[in-house]
Every structure is written in structure tokens, then in C-alpha cells.
């Protein structure tokens, strides 16, 4: 670790190697701050591993305009414009980096790339990594960020270890936050536990405008018996096995049919945010939505990715066996921090990509383009902030002391993050009303007034206190957004506003 860089990356997903590399690549000094596993342990890793975007059988208008139609229409412009016409050769250029992927009419895979197909991404990740160390990008995990301090000239970045709790600020001309979204703020999600929107918090700080923060998306098909750990299996397995109600009937399919969709691996494009409210409605109604795996052949169990569902059987409860009821889970944010196409934010300096942006997506999220987003837009925005570092001729200032706060409180964080996860998988669900959005953020505020009393005697408990502000940040933002649009669109189903209004076609702002 030196002195001070061009550029430091906050993150060690899909986005953050990309924008390090495109940092490289324009020849700044850069460095990247993981607070998990560079590659290994963030969504990126446990994605599919499937991209979409214009290839051979779909045009990059038809691309656009099938993400304007799913996002219900308030997708940010510039952003989508650029992604549609620009994001697959971004794609397909990763090859240069060692990505290997299989070309399919619109879009990748790197999947059968990865070590374990139930962590696709990891086809993505590990090559980005591998490339980011022959580039010499400097490497550092096991950091957590909590603060960026815009001063006159450049960026500090306040950061300690996670192992042994010494804390640390390096400088920088620009940063990138790549910090990934929130999906850990709910208790029922398939985000892995870094996922506590410590970016979303930092940059809210800061003041920078966000939007989107109410579209929360769910996946449709999450395991829902109490043996089974909180997993998700692709909704084209109801185009395999069947998917009923009490009556036997396989009323997702019938649905996805009268919406013109063709089968469960459309639905997954294009229909999870009306999947998941008609799965959580069904079950609402006492009606558990059964899936019957039990009736998968031995060929079909053969196929890498079904296979790689198997290593779930923990517990003995065999699936394979007995039909499992299922019910939506968190999968990712669509909202975030305000960015232009070349990934700055409001803040000369400060760059953005990956899911802590928001405005691609609008209401609702194309299955694959998330993959496609932060590896088009992450390479972009470490290619314009190593261009900015370069335009900085001011010399970097010495570095002001952060001391890390003294915490010697009664309460755990950890005890608060697990309410907090219970406030918002009550209230912030996959369909909400005013009465249970109010509840849930007087909740909110009730948590954050025990924060003076938490304890955090080790790194652990540190960590834990800094990620429950983040949670709480994220949190009051997803609530706030929520209860603000007095309607239903995409991803947000107000019970009390079931119609979608043409007055709200627009994104809703906040800052702090
Ligand atoms: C199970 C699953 C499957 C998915 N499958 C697909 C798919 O097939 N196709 C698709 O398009 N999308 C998919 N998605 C969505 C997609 O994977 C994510 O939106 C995307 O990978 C996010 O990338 P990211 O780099 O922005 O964030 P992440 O990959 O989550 O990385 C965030 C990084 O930031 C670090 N970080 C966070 N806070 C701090 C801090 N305070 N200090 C230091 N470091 C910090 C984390 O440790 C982590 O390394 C899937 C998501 C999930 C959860």
C-alpha cells in the first residue's frame, strides 16, 4: 500500500475489478479496497453468470426498448441509450482480459466458466482478478471503508482492517464506489452478507441524490421450507417441472401465458417483478405456491446447473424427493446513487458503477443486465476517473486524522441488524401499504436511536455497527420511496395504489 493513488476503487466485485482495470488501462496508479474476498465473496461471484444485451438476434433499439418496457418507463435515457448501443461490445471486449463466455442471440454466458455453476460469476470475477494483479493494480481485502472525504484537491478514504482493527486513510484524486446494493438490509435474501449498502450510506452522506430507492427486486422462486437455506432457483424450471396452487393448478405459467410470455425462462427476463407479487399474494392467502422438483428426471438433475441445486440438500431434507413450497426473496436493488453516462456523480472525483447506481433499471430489471451494467459502466468509470486524476495538477494535501468512534454501549449491532431485517421483510415486502411503509419507518427510527448505545469491542463488532448504519440508511431510503409513490409499478406493489398512474411516471429523488 502507497502513500496516495490517481484512483481508489471501494469494492471488489464484477464492477470494481472492471473499473480498476479500465483505471489501469488508461495508465493511472490505482487501488482497490475489498472489505470480503476480492472476487469470491460478493454478488457478482454468486451470480448466474448470464449477461443480456443486443446480439445477433435482437438489435441494440430492441434492446432499449424492451428495458424501457420492463422498467415501466423511467429508466434514466442517457444512461440506457448508451448501455444498449455500447454495453455488448464492453461485453464481448472482456475477452482481452481472459473472460471466456458462450455467445447465445442476445446476450452471454460465462457460467460454464466457473468452478461451481450455482456461482456462475465466479466465470467473470476470477479472470478480472488474475488480470488485475499481472496489470499491477494494487490489491487490498479484509478493509472496510467507512468514509470518503471530498477535500480540496483530492479524496481521503478512511478505512481499518478488519483483522486486527487498525485504522487507516489513504488519499486519492479520484474514487469509484463499487460497493454493491443492500439486499442484506432484508432477512429473507440470496445477497451474500456483504451486501449491507455501505456505499449507498457513504454517498448519501455525502449528499449526493439518489433515485429508484423504492424498487426493490424480488426473485420469484425462493425456497421457502425452514430445512432449506435461503436460495433462489431459476424461474425457468417451471418450464421443467410444474408450479402449483392448492387446486393443482399451474397458475404461474397461465399467468406468464396471458401476459404473451411464451414460458418461466421469458418470465425470468421479463415478468419477475408481476411473478413475484402474484407468488406473494398466493401465499398471503394461506395458499402456498408448491414447486414439484420431485418430479425432475435423472436427466434432467444431469444439467450443471440443477446439479449444482443438489449441494442444498443439507439436512437431509431431500428435495429430490418431496415437492417444497416457495415464495419470492430479495434479489437486487434497481435504485441507487445519481450517475451520469461516464459514471460520475455530482461530485467532481467521485465515480459510480455497478449496483450502488441507480436509473438503468427503472421499476424493474431485465434478468442479465446487471452483469452487462456494471461491466460497461464499471470500465467506464475507471477509464474517466484515471482521465480526471490525470487533469489534477493541485498537490495531494496531507492527510487528516480520523479517529474510529469508542463504542462502549450494551447493545449488539448484530442483535439490531436481525430487527432490522424483520422490520423490513414485514413491511417492505413484495406488496406494502401506507399503514405497514409508516410502521416500518418509525421502526426504523426507533433503531437508530439505540445506535449510541451499541458495544463493539473487536473488528467484528465494528463492522457490524458500521453496516447497521448502512442498513439503516438503506432502509429509510427504500421505505421513504416507497411510501412516496401512490401507485404500483415494476417492482412496487402498493396494495393501497394497485394501478399503475401515468402522473408517476417519473423517478422519485432523495438526498440527504
Ligand atoms: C444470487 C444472485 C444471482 C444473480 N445472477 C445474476 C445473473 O445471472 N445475471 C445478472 O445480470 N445479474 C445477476 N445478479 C445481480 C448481479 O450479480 C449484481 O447486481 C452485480 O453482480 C453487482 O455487482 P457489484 O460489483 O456492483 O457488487 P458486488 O458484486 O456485490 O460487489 C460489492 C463489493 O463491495 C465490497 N464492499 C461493500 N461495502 C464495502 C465497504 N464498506 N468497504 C470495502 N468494501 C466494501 C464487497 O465486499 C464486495 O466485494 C444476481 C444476484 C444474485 C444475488
Redesign the pocket.
Known amino acids: 500500500m502507497d502513500e496516495h493513488y490517481d484512483v481508489i476503487v471501494?469494492?471488489?466485485?464484477?464492477?470494481?475489478l472492471c473499473a480498476a482495470l479500465g483505471a489501469k488501462e488508461k495508465g493511472a496508479k490505482v487501488l482497490l479496497?475489498?472489505?470480503?474476498a476480492?472476487a469470491k465473496?460478493?454478488?457478482?461471484?454468486?451470480?448466474?453468470?448470464?449477461?443480456?444485451f443486443a446480439g445477433p438476434g435482437v438489435s441494440w433499439q430492441e434492446h432499449r426498448d424492451k428495458t424501457l418496457e420492463t422498467g415501466r418507463l423511467i429508466n434514466d435515457h442517457e444512461l440506457l441509450e448508451d448501455f444498449s448501443q455500447h454495453g455488448p461490445l464492453s461485453v464481448l471486449n472482456l475477452q482481452r482480459y481472459g473472460v471466456k463466455s458462450q455467445v447465445h442471440p442476445n446476450g452471454c454466458s460465462v457460467a460454464a466458466y466457473a468452478p461451481n455453476r450455482r456461482v456462475?460469476?465466479l466465470g467473470l470475477t476470477l479472470p478480472l482478478m488474475e488480470e488485475a494483479i499481472k496489470k499491477g493494480v494494487d490489491l487490498l481485502d479484509g478493509?472496510?471503508?467507512?468514509a470518503i472525504k471530498p477535500e480540496e484537491s483530492h479524496f481521503q478514504v478512511d478505512?481499518f482492517n478488519l483483522n486486527d482493527g487498525k485504522n487507516h486513510s489513504l488519499n486519492a484524486f479520484s474514487v469509484i464506489m463499487?460497493?454493491?446494493?443492500g439486499?442484506r438490509t432484508y432477512g429473507r435474501t440470496?445477497?451474500?452478507v456483504?451486501?449491507?449498502g455501505?456505499?449507498y450510506h457513504m454517498l448519501y452522506e455525502l449528499g449526493l441524490p439518489f433515485r429508484d430507492m423504492e424498487f426493490v427486486q424480488f426473485y420469484p422462486i425462493g425456497l421457502a421450507e425452514p430445512e432449506l437455506p435461503i436460495w433462489?432457483i431459476d424461474l425457468g424450471i417451471i418450464d421443467q417441472v410444474p408450479l402449483t396452487n392448492s387446486l393443482g393448478q399451474e397458475f404461474l405459467l397461465d399467468l406468464l401465458k396471458s401476459w404473451g410470455l411464451k414460458s418461466g425462462r421469458e418470465g425470468n427476463l421479463y415478468a419477475r417483478d408481476r411473478c413475484s407479487i402474484a407468488l406473494a399474494e398466493s401465499w398471503q392467502k394461506g395458499d402456498f405456491p408448491i414447486l414439484h422438483l420431485n418430479q425432475m428426471t435423472p436427466e434432467q438433475w444431469d444439467n450443471p446447473y440443477y446439479k449444482s441445486l443438489l449441494l442444498l440438500n443439507r439436512k437431509h431434507f431431500d428435495f429430490t424427493q418431496i415437492p417444497i413450497r416457495v415464495r419470492p426473496l430479495v434479489?437486487?436493488m434497481s435504485g441507487g446513487v445519481v450517475i451520469d453516462k461516464n459514471g460520475a456523480t455530482e461530485l467532481p472525483g467521485l465515480f459510480a458503477?455497478?449496483?450502488?447506481t441507480g436509473g438503468l433499471d427503472g421499476a424493474n430489471r431485465i434478468?442479465?443486465?446487471?452483469?452487462?451494467n456494471?461491466s460497461h459502466f464499471g470500465l467506464k468509470a475507471g477509464k474517466n476517473a484515471a482521465l480526471y486524476a490525470q487533469e489534477r495538477k493541485a498537490k495531494i494535501a496531507t492527510r487528516s486524522k480520523t479517529e474510529l468512534p469508542n463504542l462502549d454501549g450494551s447493545i449488539k449491532a448484530k442483535d439490531l441488524k436481525i430487527t432490522l431485517n424483520k422490520t423490513m421483510d414485514t413491511h417492505a415486502g413484495p406488496l406494502r401499504d401506507k399503514k405497514g411503509l409508516e410502521t416500518g419507518l418509525k421502526q426504523v427510527e426507533e433503531i437508530k436511536e439505540f445506535l449510541p448505545q451499541v458495544s463493539a469491542q473487536s473488528p467484528k463488532e465494528l463492522r457490524d455497527y458500521?453496516e447497521l448504519k448502512s442498513m439503516l440508511t438503506t432502509a429509510q431510503m427504500i421505505l421513504t420511496g416507497a411510501l412516496a409513490r401512490e401507485e404500483s409499478r415494476g417492482v412496487h406493489f402498493r396494495k393501497d395504489f394497485p394501478l399503475e398512474l401515468k402522473e408517476w411516471q417519473k423517478p422519485i429523488l432523495q438526498r440527504k
Do not use: Q, R, W
Request: glycine letters at 28%; a negative charge; proline letters at 2%.
Open positions: 471501494v469494492g471488489g466485485g464484477g464492477a470494481a479496497i475489498s472489505k470480503t476480492i465473496a460478493n454478488c457478482t461471484a454468486f451470480a448466474g453468470g448470464g449477461f443480456t456462475g460469476g478493509h472496510f471503508v467507512y478505512f463499487a460497493t454493491g446494493g439486499g440470496n445477497n451474500p456483504a451486501t449491507t455501505d456505499g433462489f434479489h437486487y458503477c455497478g449496483e450502488v434478468g442479465g443486465n446487471a452483469l452487462t456494471i458500521f
